[in-house]
């Protein structure tokens, strides 16, 4: 997180991709976890 951090210093737009794969999450723990830490940190989701 800290090297997005400074790419978002640095550039206007960021655009990362993210996968995750072999593995399970709860859609409570998606919900509480990741998706409160991204919307903390002003990164924006496409959830495809």
């Known amino acids: 997180m800290g090297v ?3 790419l978002q210093t640095k ?3 960021l655009q990362i991709e ?3 794969r072999d593995g399970t999450i709860s859609e ?3 919900e509480d ?3 409160e830490a991204f919307r ?3 990164i924006e989701l ?3």
Do not use: V
């Open 33 to 35: 976890k990741i998706k």
């Open 18 to 20: 993210l996968s995750a």
């Open 11 to 13: 550039f206007e737009t």
């Open 4 to 6: 997005m951090n400074l």
């Open 46 to 48: 496409n959830e495809e």
């Open 40 to 42: 903390q940190m002003g």
């Open 28 to 30: 409570q723990d998606y």
